[in-house]
């Protein structure tokens, strides 16, 4: 930072001390002939903040192309009767991608569960329905018909929904219900499907089954509950220590085996928290959701 003084960056005495007599001579008489600028000679220190440059890269899934929209003659039959055809290869359980939807079959207080449409199901070339991707479609349409425990919800896709409406207000066996998952505490709730529908369902005669509305939500995306019953019922689907108090052993994830359960029903036998996450994360494309009530859940903490 300091050097010493070349000759060439002192010139003498400067002109100006040259003007006061008295100083002049008191330098000459100590022998004092020349007179470096300091602020040529020495170099400041400046104190340097190394910014460092980050540029956010953004990892998107790879092109493909759309898959080609069908209203297929299984649902249509379902909304001109009512029923679906015992036949029928193009109506799929909900969970069908996820793989779990055998075990959720398998058990009386989880079926039956919701359905969807290969339409909703497959959104591009190439793909057949049958696992999570990133191309997962929104759930923001619904049918259903039937009644009690027994009745039937099915997922249709946007296209579906134009294509079959002038049908349903015809016949008025099945209704459209219009959903979307709560994912913000201050939003309103769709998880009893009575907001809209056509055509219109009187609410004291309309109730979605409680199995049915847990795993619609859950598969859908929707991250904050509705009731405490909502919460207490996805524990007990994913077999939580929260629904089993007093268990003796649970996993890392919170998952209670079978042998130690203590409370409600559960068709897993084993853990299926990382399955629903992974879920969850492709439905979130890459926002944040932990301090959400089901971002919690799924940390096996518990909601106060």
Not at 256 to 282: D, H, M
């Amino acid at each position: 930072m300091y050097h010493p003084t070349s000759n060439t960056q002192g010139n003498g005495v400067t002109p100006d001390i040259k003007n006061i007599p008295e100083l002049y001579e008191r330098m000459e008489g100590l022998g004092v002939v020349q007179v470096t600028d300091v602020r040529r000679a020495e170099e400041q220190e400046r104190e340097v903040d190394h910014e460092v440059e980050r540029e956010r890269q953004v990892e998107r899934p790879p092109k493909v192309r759309p898959a080609r929209h069908v209203i297929h003659e299984d649902i249509r039959t379902f909304v001109e009767t009512g029923e679906i055809p015992s036949s029928s290869t193009h109506i799929h359980p909900l969970f069908y991608p996820t793989g779990i939807s055998e075990e959720l079959a398998s058990s009386v207080e989880w079926s039956p569960s919701p359905l969807s449409t290969e339409d909703f199901a497959i959104t591009t070339e190439n793909s057949n329905g049958m696992c999570l991707t990133d191309y997962l479609r929104p759930v923001n349409w619904i049918l259903s018909g039937g009644s009690g425990k027994e009745r039937t919800i099915i997922v249709i896709s946007p296209h579906e929904a134009n294509g079959l409406l002038p049908i349903i207000r015809e016949r008025k066996l099945v209704r459209l219900h219009v959903y979307a998952p709560r994912v913000t505490a201050s939003m309103r709730s769709f998880s009893h499907l009575t907001s809209y529908s056509i055509p219109e369902s009187p609410i004291q005669m309309w109730s979605t089954p409680l199995h049915a509305r847990t795993e619609l939500n859950v598969f859908a995306g929707q991250l904050y509950f509705d009731t405490r019953e909502d919460y207490e019922s996805v524990c007990v689907l994913l077999a939580l220590i929260m629904a089993h108090p007093g268990a003796e052993y649970s996993e890392v994830d919170g998952f209670v085996p079978p042998e130690y359960r203590t409370g409600g029903v559960s068709p897993f036998k084993k853990s299926r928290i990382q399955l629903l996450k992974k879920l969850i994360e492709l439905r979130r494309k890459g926002i944040g959701y932990d301090r959400t009530h089901l971002g919690q859940v799924l940390n096996a903490r518990p909601l106060s």
